[in-house]
Each structure stands twice: as structure tokens, then as C-alpha cells.
């Protein structure tokens, strides 16, 4: 019995010590994975600038670091996005100065004035210029290290990852609650640092203006770059990133605001160091007046401190898009615009133009109880002959029924078969009418750099278009309005 005892003594202890290797293995992979990840490797996404190349950028850079009492970047790179940080060779934990390297996003630039610039520089350098940036640096990083060896984790399917990787971030959990404050406290003294360098007010609207900025950014992207997508196309070279000053040159800051309106921030990390902007400006706005109210009026962009602004558009534009993507035709935005007005106008009005084929053929006589097939291109009618099969009592009876809908939809009758069909039926048509004034030279294009890039319209097509076309899609259609609008650009041939 004391022997059996006694194996089974020997072979916990030995399954003990296994896992506890294991696991000291396992967590030594995460922290040097995290250490390699620390070292500074050349950059290949950002553009390098160099003192003598941007003077007064640079300038602003060791103005920042000297008021807080900080060692300027060694290197300064100019990226993509609305950002500004500073990264660091990774030496003990950060307890041996290394090599440091600042990144500023043009965007930033474009979107912020010199003064609000030099708070958000100074807030950079704040992180490392308090009495406890030694504790309190070993703190950071080590949240960092733990942050990575628990992604380490995470992403590792094994089952021992699986396993052993849940006693370590169960610790990862208490060290993270733990010291979730000190880095709130870093991150609210580094607003202070700015405040006092910056200016308690323009500390204040930096804050505010960065989600505003990034919003901004975002939608821009989205409206006005993303438009080249669909046909395979870019912007002129330098006007990727740099057609972002004509958006916000063109709207007013109330409109810019706007663009944030509604937008959800993103969700924060469990255990993010940053506390909300509201909660930061607030804290900055309740500290005592400092008599610097004069830097707001101060409105120079920063772009102002970049000499050939177009030269670092464009040379980051090459640093940062992809080799495919950079290799797209180029457009002038007044073509990008045409180019994807059209082939909107074409994707709205093909299901249209397929169901009325599809219903002319089966009115001829022919058999067409398939609801989807090819149709051929040259097979699909113009917008005189979708407007004649109107006419003859066709929309409600064949076609819209030969439109694609839900499932669920097609289970619909009556009023409400109608009434779910109409926007499709309305938006095809619209993308013919598109079409034709396209063909006819009527239809110009409009950047919209103070809303949103489309088509511009001859005034009485703008006036009168709508209602001509909710009466040539209501219960009882009436081509008559929209036919009158039309006959004053000609009808056309065959052709859309």
C-alpha cells in the first residue's frame, strides 16, 4: 500500500514539474516573441524625412521633447493614417535608452493646427517624461508583454496552449486589473504634460478634434477613394491621401462634426489604459485657466510645416499601397466620378431591364417560366422600350415579378407586392434616365467635396425628375411626365 502510495506521490510530483516547464516554455515564447517584436526593423510603410528636408516639422518634433524634458526621435516618418506615436528599441523592459523612432500621419496633419499639433506631440513625449517613468515604464511594458504572451495564447490551437494557456491568463487577469490604473494615470499625465507645454484650451480641442479627425478620415476613404473600387481604379498619383485636404478645405467644421455624429466608437480593450476623450477633456478643461487662450486663434494647418506638400503626398502614397493596388489606372476625380456614376446607373438598371426582356418574350408568346437566366446585352430594351411595356399594362402583371427579391418577398400580393417592389422598380428606371443624360452629355460630374460625389443634372431634370418617375412606377403607371422631360435631350436610339 505505502508503495503504491508512494508511485503515485512520484508521479504527480513528476506531472508537477512537467506542466510547470510547459508553462514557463509556453510564457518565455510569448515574452521573447514580444522583445523581438520590440526591436526597430526598417520601415517599409511609412516615408522617412530627414531634419534638412522638414526643418519646421522637425522643428515642432525637438520643441516638444525639450519642454518635456525628453530625448528627441532619432528617426521621423510621416505615415497614412490619424496618428502620431512613438516607438522604441526595446532594451531590459525599456530600462536602457535605445533608439527611438516618431511616426506623424498626414491626415493628423491635414486636420489639426500647429498648435493642437504640438499638444498631441507633447501628450507622445508625455508618456515618458514623468518622476516615475522608470516604475512606471516597467509597468507599461509589462502590460504590453502580458497583453502579447495571452494573444500569443490565443491564437495557438494546440491542445497544450489550450490547456496551460488558461492558469496563465487567469494570472494575466489579476496583473492586468491591477495595474490597469497606472496606466490610466500615465495616459491622464501625459495630458497634463501637453496642457502644460500646449495650452490648457488647445490640449482641450486636440482631444476633442481626434475622433472628429478620424471620423473624418474614415468617411472620406470610404466616399471618395473606396468610389474607385467598383471600377478599378485610383486617383491621380498624390491624391490617394491628398484629396483629403480638398474634403476638409471644402466643409465647414460644424460638417466635418457631423461625420462622427452617430458613429459608434470602437469598443475599448478590457483592459484599455485610455480613458474616454469626454472623461480626458473634461479633466483638462477643470484645471485652472493659464492665461493661453490666445493659441487658439492661432488656425495654421500643420500642413504649413511640410515644404512640397504634394511631394510627401505622393511619396507616402508609394510607401503605403499595396504593389497591386498601386498599379490600378489613375483617374482625375472628375473621371472617377463619371466612371463609377456609370456603373452604378448600370447595376441599378440591369435587374430592371432583365425583368422587362424576360416579360416582353413571355408576352410574345414565348416560355419563359424560368425567373432568373443570361440575358444577353444586346437583348436588354432601352429606357423607351421599358417605358412602352409600362404602357401596356406590363410592370405590375409581368415584371416586377421577374425582379430578384427575398423569399419572404415573393409571398407577398396586392398592395404590398407592390408597394416592397417600387424603390427596385423606381431605382432601375432612375439608373436608365442616369444613363441617357450620361449618353447625351447632359449629366456632368460633381466631386462634392462638401457632401458626397454623384452626378449633377440639368436644373429641370433636378426639379422635376422624382415625380416624373413616381408616376411612371405608381399603381396605375403615367410615362407621360418622364417622356416629356426626355424629349428635351432626344430620345435616342436603342441604346439606354
Not at 475622433?211 to 473600387?229: F, I, Q, R
Request: charged share 25%; with cysteine; hydrophobic share 45%.
Amino acid at each position: 500500500m505505502t508503495r503504491v502510495f508512494v508511485d503515485r506521490a512520484a508521479w504527480a510530483e513528476g506531472a508537477l514539474l512537467t506542466v510547470t516547464v510547459l508553462l514557463a516554455v509556453a510564457i518565455l515564447q510569448g515574452m521573447l516573441a514580444f522583445l523581438k517584436t520590440g526591436r526597430l526593423q526598417p520601415e517599409r510603410h511609412a516615408l522617412a524625412v530627414d531634419p534638412d528636408e522638414q526643418p519646421e516639422l522637425w522643428g515642432l518634433v525637438r520643441a516638444a521633447a525639450e519642454a518635456t524634458g525628453e530625448r528627441p526621435p532619432d528617426e521621423l516618418y510621416l505615415e497614412a493614417r490619424v496618428n502620431a506615436a512613438v516607438a522604441e528599441q526595446s532594451r531590459l523592459l525599456g530600462l536602457l535608452p535605445g533608439r527611438r523612432r516618431m511616426y506623424i500621419g498626414l491626415p493628423l496633419l491635414v486636420g489639426t493646427t500647429v498648435p493642437q499639433l504640438r499638444a498631441v506631440l507633447a501628450h507622445e513625449f508625455g508618456h515618458y517624461a514623468h518622476l516615475d517613468t522608470r516604475l512606471g515604464g516597467v509597468i507599461m511594458r509589462g502590460r504590453a508583454a502580458v497583453l502579447h504572451t495571452v494573444d500569443v495564447f490565443g491564437r495557438n490551437d494546440t491542445w497544450f496552449h489550450r490547456a496551460v494557456g488558461m492558469l496563465y491568463v487567469n494570472y494575466a487577469h489579476l496583473f492586468l486589473r491591477t495595474s490597469q490604473a497606472v496606466g490610466r494615470e500615465q495616459e491622464l499625465a501625459a495630458d497634463r504634460t501637453a496642457a502644460r507645454h500646449a495650452g490648457r484650451d488647445v490640449t482641450a480641442a486636440a482631444l476633442r478634434a481626434l475622433p472628429v479627425l478620424d471620423a473624418a478620415h474614415e468617411h472620406y476613404l470610404t466616399a471618395y477613394v473606396g468610389m474607385g473600387e467598383p471600377v478599378g481604379a485610383l486617383p491621380q498619383q498624390g491624391e490617394v491621401y491628398g484629396g483629403f485636404r480638398r474634403m476638409i478645405d471644402a466643409q465647414s467644421p460644424e460638417c466635418i462634426a457631423e461625420l462622427s455624429t452617430g458613429r459608434r466608437p470602437p469598443r475599448p480593450h478590457a483592459y484599455d489604459s485610455h480613458p474616454p476623450i469626454t472623461e480626458r477633456v473634461a479633466l483638462i478643461e477643470a484645471s485652472a485657466e493659464d492665461g493661453r487662450v490666445g493659441e487658439l486663434d492661432d488656425k495654421r494647418s500643420s500642413l504649413t510645416l511640410l515644404h512640397n506638400v504634394e511631394g510627401a503626398f505622393t511619396a507616402v502614397e508609394a510607401c503605403t499601397l499595396a504593389a497591386e493596388t498601386a498599379g490600378l489606372p489613375r483617374l482625375r476625380w472628375d473621371d472617377l466620378v463619371m466612371a463609377r456614376a456609370v456603373v452604378d446607373a448600370e447595376g441599378w438598371a440591369r435587374p430592371l431591364q432583365v425583368a422587362v426582356a424576360r416579360a416582353l418574350r413571355s408576352a410574345a408568346g414565348a416560355h419563359d417560366d424560368a425567373p432568373a437566366g443570361p440575358v444577353e446585352d444586346d437583348a436588354l430594351p432601352g429606357l423607351e422600350a421599358v417605358l412602352d411595356a409600362f404602357d401596356r399594362g406590363l410592370l405590375w402583371t409581368e415584371i416586377a415579378d421577374r425582379m430578384p427579391k427575398h423569399h419572404q418577398a415573393a409571398r407577398l400580393t396586392g398592395a404590398s407586392a407592390r408597394n416592397f417592389m417600387r424603390p427596385r422598380v423606381f431605382d432601375g428606371l432612375a439608373g436608365l434616365v442616369h444613363l441617357r443624360l450620361v449618353e447625351a452629355g447632359r449629366a456632368t460630374p460633381d466631386m462634392g467635396w462638401s457632401g458626397r460625389p454623384g452626378l449633377a443634372l440639368p436644373e429641370e431634370w433636378e426639379q422635376g425628375m422624382d415625380d416624373a418617375l413616381d408616376a411612371a412606377v405608381a399603381d396605375t403607371p403615367d410615362s407621360a411626365p418622364l417622356r416629356s422631360l426626355l424629349a428635351g435631350i432626344g430620345s435616342g436610339g436603342q441604346g439606354p
